[in-house]
Nanobody, 131 residues
């Protein structure tokens, strides 16, 4: 059984930074792409960012472009979400997701923001941005 484990959430003042990490645990696991989603109270789960292990194709939601950076540590099979210039509206539970499917460019373009296309999910980590 593969589990994704997120870490790095917490409380930060507006304008501050947080760094989220996500790593798999359990049986050996090789993901093809990983992403971050978030869900604020009373709202649907929203796409935040995604990255492919090939090293190409970092994508971001418009709301976080220029402030968030997604990266990967190949050796540790870990994905990082560096969040800078945080705003109150970034407050949410952040979820890590992964897929083992090898998406070509067409599928990548159509799938990276769709939560239902990912095979594995973490339990989520709370990010709270205070004013």
């Amino acid at each position: 059984q593969v589990q994704l484990v997120e870490s790095g959430g917490g409380v930060v003042q507006a304008g501050g930074s947080l760094r989220l990490s996500c790593a798999p645990s359990g049986r050996p696991f090789s993901s093809a792409a990983m992403g971050w989603f978030r869900q604020a109270p009373g709202r649907d789960r929203d796409f935040v960012a995604a990255i492919r292990w090939t090293g190409s194709g970092e994508v971001y939601a418009d709301s976080v472009k220029g402030r968030f950076t997604i990266s990967m540590d190949n050796a540790k099979n870990t994905v990082i979400l560096q969040m800078n210039s945080l705003k109150r509206e970034d407050t949410a539970v952040y979820y890590c997701a992964a897929t083992t499917a090898l998406w070509g460019q067409y599928l990548w373009n159509n799938n990276y923001a769709e939560g239902s296309k990912y095979d594995y999910w973490g339990q989520g980590t709370q990010v709270t941005v205070s004013s």
